[in-house]
């Protein structure tokens, strides 16, 4: 993870998933988070991405940004 602009905000790297529910990062430390997000990201789905945002609760982030890693 590295800090950003936005103190709380931070970037997550992993590979971006879909399924029923909706979309999840599967990041390279093992941890799995459900998106939530304002854009639906078709171009990055099952690709190696950077996820800007927050994370709400143990298993939810709040994306501000995604992009190739």
């Known amino acids: 993870m590295m800090e950003t602009e936005d103190q709380n905000a931070k970037e997550y790297a992993g ?5 029923a529910s909706g979309f ?3 990041c ?3 941890h799995r988070y459900r998106l939530e997000l304002l854009r ?3 171009d990055e789905v ?6 800007t945002g927050r994370i709400s609760d143990s ?3 709040e ?3 995604i992009r190739l890693a």
């Not at 590979?15 to 399924?19: H, K, P, T, Y």
């Not at 099952?46 to 996820?51: D, G, M, P, S, T």
């Open 59 to 61: 298993a939810t982030l």
């Open 63 to 65: 994306v501000d940004g």
């Open 15 to 19: 590979l971006l998933r879909r399924d």
């Open 40 to 42: 639906t990201p078709i």
């Open 24 to 26: 999840l990062l599967q």
């Open 28 to 30: 390279d430390d093992g």
């Open 46 to 51: 099952e690709k190696r991405v950077v996820v």
